[in-house]
């Protein structure tokens, strides 16, 4: 900063007087700074530096008038006796011009300094209990986190994450040959990428109010569960696997509707049928009709409340604003079509790697909110840009080992290849991770990269489908990783 930091002594208003002559002492010819920041998003601005105590030095320290002597220090001193009174407030002052300052609230008025304190005017009096006050620059308190992870919430919706799979365990068979799977696989990436695009335009609109956002899942919703299905049917033909596809489809949507207005634990209630019914399979087989009809009141439910859960956000009082354009929620539609195509590759080498990764997806939410947390306290223990972009380099470290870890178990256990789950999953958080700070395309690009080496090197016949997975998400890993160092370590992203 260009000068000495103003001081609030028990939220009294400093003397305009005062101010002025600590601005033409700070700017005049004594001054040792002159400096002053550029208006805008400066990122040592940001981190709000605070320039350390200045040394007064005698040219700076105000002149005492010749015809008055001061009194020497004594016990009985009352200069001494003012200094301890005011040594709370006056030790963090960094300049006798703060203490003037301070002096004049407490009202102190020429006649009183020069019979009672023995000194010509109030700077004479402010320099000596400035100078006899030890410095003491206390820290700010600690602000509470505004990012505090809901630990339950986090870990609900990991589960409804994962549980929709048990449908296709009692669905098992249903879709036929071969082109019934396919045609499912088609409709999901469809429905995950349309998803991804709605519930990004869902949260802005959510800023501005629920009405808002309503009227957007109200129309989207629909919209998508009809791109979906007819992917389905394109691919899979008529017959079960096109209808199983649009069953498929309005869960989908459906789950988006309840998940961004928060209704997470109405949608637990909804899986309930499915979840126990196919907890219930390694002990009773029921029939064909059975297995149908629960997941068909499944899908019913959990469209049914995704309507009431619109209805009651329609009822919110509109709030009039500019809608964001519908190009910005592109980047987050490709990077779930980007994702989903990732999954189903490494689900076809490996089902299992599937369920692990769907599980994590509760903790790696949890350590986005707690990424975003440490990152505000790093703010604030910061005192340079370097120092900021160690800390924050750090805190990406710990939460993204804190979510790789757990993955690596869960490999070793269900006995998939623990590398490559580790790269997807790091590609995955991570690119979640920097769309959470805006950065869209930054992670959409490498994701989509990675998906198409997945899918076309294969056809060439030079690698594997395996092989091809693991260089397209070691190179997509990387590149995220340099893209968030970067974007992340600057202080104006968090602020």
Request: proline residues 9%; hydrophobic residues 50%.
């Amino acid at each position: 900063m260009s000068g000495p930091l103003p001081l609030r002594p028990r939220g009294r208003r400093v003397p305009s007087w005062a101010a002025a002559a600590h601005a033409a002492h700070t700017h005049g010819p004594n001054a040792t700074t002159g400096r002053t920041h550029e208006s805008g998003a400066d990122d040592t601005l940001a981190l709000r530096l605070a320039r350390p105590p200045r040394t007064t030095t005698d040219d700076d320290r105000p002149r005492v008038h010749p015809r008055v002597t001061l009194r020497p220090a004594r016990a009985d001193d009352p200069v001494d006796r003012l200094a301890a009174e005011l040594a709370e407030d006056a030790g963090a002052a960094v300049h006798p011009y703060e203490v003037a300052a301070l002096l004049e609230s407490q009202g102190l008025t020429g006649d009183r300094i020069q019979e009672t304190y023995g000194h010509p005017d109030l700077f004479s009096l402010a320099d000596a209990v400035f100078r006899r006050v030890p410095r003491s620059h206390p820290k700010p308190p600690v602000p509470p986190d505004p990012w505090r992870p809901d630990h339950l919430r986090c870990a609900l919706r990991g589960l409804l994450f994962a549980l929709p799979g048990t449908a296709y365990l009692l669905a098992e068979g249903a879709w036929g040959s071969a082109s019934g799977l396919y045609g499912l696989i088609a409709a999901a990436l469809v429905s995950w990428a349309w998803s991804q695009a709605l519930s990004h335009r869902a949260y802005a609109r959510l800023a501005t109010g629920r009405h808002e956002a309503g009227r957007t899942l109200l129309f989207g919703a629909p919209l998508g569960i009809a791109a979906a299905s007819a992917a389905g049917l394109l691919v899979a033909g008529p017959g079960p696997a096109a209808l199983f596809a649009a069953g498929q489809s309005c869960y989908l949507a459906a789950a988006g509707v309840l998940l961004v207005l928060g209704r997470e634990k109405v949608l637990a209630a909804a899986l309930l049928p499915v979840s126990l019914a196919a907890a219930a399979l390694p002990w009773w087989q029921p029939p064909g009709a059975l297995r149908t009809g629960v997941v068909l009141l499944t899908v019913l439910l959990a469209v049914a409340a995704a309507g009431h859960a619109l209805r009651s956000a329609l009822r919110a009082a509109p709030v009039p604003g500019p809608a964001p354009h519908p190009l910005r929620s592109l980047p987050y539609g490709l990077f779930g079509l980007a994702a989903g195509v990732l999954t189903a590759v490494a689900g076809r080498q490996e089902p299992y790697a599937v369920i692990v990764l769907t599980l994590s997806m509760g903790p790696a939410e949890w350590l986005l909110y707690r990424y975003r947390g440490l990152a505000v306290a790093a703010l604030h223990a910061s005192t340079t840009p370097r120092g900021f972009r160690l800390r924050a380099t750090r805190a990406l470290a710990v939460c993204g080992a804190a979510y790789l870890a757990p993955l690596a178990l869960g490999a070793v256990v269900v006995g998939a290849p623990a590398v490559q789950l580790l790269l997807l999953g790091a590609v995955l958080w991570t690119a979640l991770l920097l769309q959470a700070f805006g950065a869209a395309w930054s992670s959409a690009v490498p994701c989509l990269a990675a998906a198409l080496a997945a899918t076309a090197l294969p056809h060439t016949g030079a690698l594997s489908a395996s092989a091809a997975q693991l260089i397209g998400c070691t190179a997509a890993a990387l590149a995220l990783l340099a893209v968030a160092v970067h974007h992340l370590g600057r202080p104006t992203a968090h602020a």
